[in-house]
């Protein structure tokens, strides 16, 4: 086939990125590092250094559709540093993945690993699909040719992948799976959350969730409130969500409203997690029509007066738009950058504590990270002991930063920026740049 006869990349998915009268997440993700490069007082060229990413790779994505059709889908991998160790970070398949998104998430990670004490650099990849509208075939497809795409930037010292938005333990076995067979070697430790007989963790699926309400738990700890006089309030109710809700609701708190795509649902009397777990998952994943609580909106369910709120659904809901209505003391960010950096303030003068994603979420990263460990030793632990260590990772990390907090007077979040820039500038101080 000639050069000029490829197929283009086509769009086929037209949706804007960033709302226009919002931040985009790159913006948020700037505005905060900036804040905290001006208390560490980094010098210019350091700060150009981590704003920049080191790599960001655009890949066509051809597909033979089950019609026999060619379509052709858009892919992303941004590495935005790699100073720690390889970077790392999931992948996403949506319909509305942009770079500018897809570099912000990326840049996210490596702060988040630093906070978290991970030895590993940020990276964020995505394709620009609707996964609801290809048969699983495609996804297939899609999935190792967008792999194969990137074999020179994949690999178990160099860039390591993992699941997010719309993307599971499957879409990562074949990961893993076309990288093995282009390498001709088992390579296991080249993509985490893996189906667990495949290499993955115990309790990786669960792991961002648990470390939600590990930090939560800190944070209630710290206001002098305990978890079973709380009442808790999740939106989004897949993996990070649902395990957040279900575990603050084994805790004694009462969760009074959950959502999903399909609406919201309150209940002031608490809802029976469990039940509305095996609700959805026998319902084709979806709360519609769950019968113990009353239909409110998303924006209304962010409203509600709550001990903790654990927005865990996705980017910029809480804004400059709905910041001063919202009634929580503690927010947890089960979520990445569901708080925009123009509402931080507003949040701030309303006392709302805000338990930022690059540490709330963290657990799932910090899990990837033991899953890395047990392929590279092909030795597996046991569930038991990866809570254990995730509990006390996370648990250390948030001591870290309340520490942070006192010394500077700042916020978890700016003190969570200036705790990871200055743990990534520090680390290329000794590394120095290479010439
Ligand atoms: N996608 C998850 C996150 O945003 C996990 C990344 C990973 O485990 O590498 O933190």
Known sequence: MSKKSKPQPTAFYKE???????????????ERFRFAADILELDEGMFQYLASPVKQVIVSVPVVMDNGKIQVFEGYRVIHDNVLGPSKGGIRFAPDVNLEEVKALAAWMTWKCAVVNVPFGGA???????????????????????TANLLDVFGPD?????????????VMAWIMDTYSMNSQRTETAVVTGKPIILGGSQGRKEATGRGVVTVTLAALNKLGIMPNKTEVVVQGFGNVGAVSAELMHEQGAKVIAISDISGGYYNPDGIDIPKAIKYMNDNNRSLEGFPEADKITNEDLLELKCDVLIPAAKEDQISKHNAHKINAKIIAEGANGPVTANADSILEENGVMVIPDILANAGGVTVSYFEWVQDRQGYFWTEERVNRRLNRMMRNAFDNLYQVCDEHKITMRQAAYVYAINRVAETLKLRGIYA
């Open 124 to 146: 964020k990849g995505g394709i620009r699909c609707n996964p609801k509208e290809l048969s699983k075939s495609e996804l297939e497809r899609l999935t190792r040719r967008y």
């Open 158 to 170: 160099r860039d390591i992948p993992a699941p997010d938005m719309n993307t599971d333990e499957q």
């Open 16 to 30: 804007p990125g960033p709302k226009l009268d919002e931040e985009s997440p790159f913006e948020s993700m700037m």
